[in-house]
């Protein structure tokens, strides 16, 4: 079907870039563009970099906002002056088992439409959902509503996690041969979490001094490479970062399952570069610290870590159990830079701490206190 398009209900006009993964669309976008996602709620740092690609406007395949918790991707990309649409017809269209996709096609939002013109004809595409920012507000406070539910049943699935995982997290790390020397230096572990690129970009002086090694995680990579840092070695799955980083001269450390698959090792190996696979058990973040304390680091720093229920909840994990006893494992080893530089922007800094209780340390007494009365359960149970 072909509908002519008016030109006077034309609202914007540009050329489109889609993928399911957000990550991929703001790397490839363009000043202008339409960028069309399938992103569940849309994180900050997925919306910060959006609005880093200068996109004109985001159509999402998926509630921006489900309301199970409060995610301010939304937000940050009104704020930002983005066109917002959700809850569109299907744009990931399959034919015969394979994706129809209109990337790099000319497109235009008239009304409340999609119109995309892969041909000569305008070709009406999907009907458009507007997003507002009363709406998210409200969504958001909504959310905000069930975080002590949410929050419970994250904890619970936790603890579980943690039983699971205690025995694979303690003991050491499959032998893996590496050319990059940790023994004795310090290590600097950088994930992309929110202000990671602020923070590495507060420690550069540390950086330059010391010159620990740099181990980047999966896209941090790319970060780092444009703020003229050469990662000694990139770990991950390998699926969120560019061919660039991956060719930069590196070391790859692939993170396998613990049976021994390595998706990401198909990917390196269709570039012919050399890679190292390591079966380990969490995050490709935690594997990067296990591996630092594995290889004798002196000290790990980590920035950009994931360390807040949100932050699990929009990597789409219901628990953080890995990422506890990895924390526990290294102890006073580890250095968590995370948001320092944050203290940056403070008018005044007050001496007596005012924030809560970190996550962390919270949630390892409340694991002990777990643990001690379920040994206490057992041995009454067992009559001793």
Request: aromatic content about 4%; charged content about 25%.
């Amino acid at each position: 079907m072909v509908r002519r398009m008016g030109t006077s209900s034309v609202l914007l006009r540009s050329q489109l870039v889609m993928d399911r993964r957000t990550k991929q669309v703001s790397r490839r976008a363009k000043p202008g563009q339409i960028a069309i996602i399938d992103h569940s709620d849309v994180d900050e740092l997925a919306a910060v970099e959006l609005i880093e690609a200068k996109v004109s406007a985001v159509i999402n395949s998926s509630a921006f906002l489900t309301g199970l918790y409060p995610a301010a991707g939304a937000k940050r990309l009104l704020e930002a002056g983005i066109l917002l649409y959700q809850n569109v017809e299907p744009l990931f269209e399959r034919s015969e088992g394979e994706e129809v996709l209109y990337e790099g096609c000319e497109a235009a939002i008239a009304g409340t439409r999609l119109f995309v013109r892969p041909a000569k004809e305008w070709i009406p595409c999907s009907l458009l959902i507007p997003v507002t920012h009363e709406q998210i507000e409200k969504q958001m406070e909504e959310a905000a509503k069930q975080s002590k539910t949410v929050l419970s049943s994250f904890l619970d699935n936790t603890f579980e996690y943690v039983a699971r995982e205690k025995a694979l997290i303690l003991e050491p790390l499959s032998k893996v041969s590496l050319r990059t020397r940790m023994a004795e230096r310090h290590v600097v572990v950088v994930s992309r979490g929110k202000y990671y690129k602020e923070d590495v970009q507060l420690i550069r002086g540390y950086i330059d001094r010391k010159q620990p090694v740099i181990i980047a995680v999966d896209g941090a990579a790319d970060a780092l490479l444009d703020l003229g840092i050469m990662p000694d070695l990139i770990i991950g799955d390998m699926d969120s970062l560019s061919d660039q980083a991956l060719c930069c001269g590196a070391e790859l450390v692939v993170h396998a399952y613990l049976d021994g698959r390595a998706p990401g090792g198909e990917r390196v190996e269709a570039l012919g570069l050399p890679f190292v696979r390591l079966p380990a058990p969490g995050t490709s973040e935690d594997a990067a610290l296990l591996l630092a304390d594995d290889q004798q680091a002196s000290l790990i720093v980590s920035v950009g870590t994931h360390s807040s229920m949100i932050d699990f909840l929009e990597k789409g994990r219901k628990g953080m159990g890995s990422t506890l006893l990895t924390r526990a494992k290294l102890g006073s080893k580890l250095i968590d830079a995370r948001g320092l530089s944050q203290l940056t922007q403070m008018d005044e800094v007050v001496s007596t701490p005012v924030r809560q209780p970190r996550l962390f340390e919270t949630l390892y007494t409340m694991v002990k206190e777990w643990r001690a009365q379920r040994e206490q359960s057992e041995h009454r149970d067992s009559g001793i």
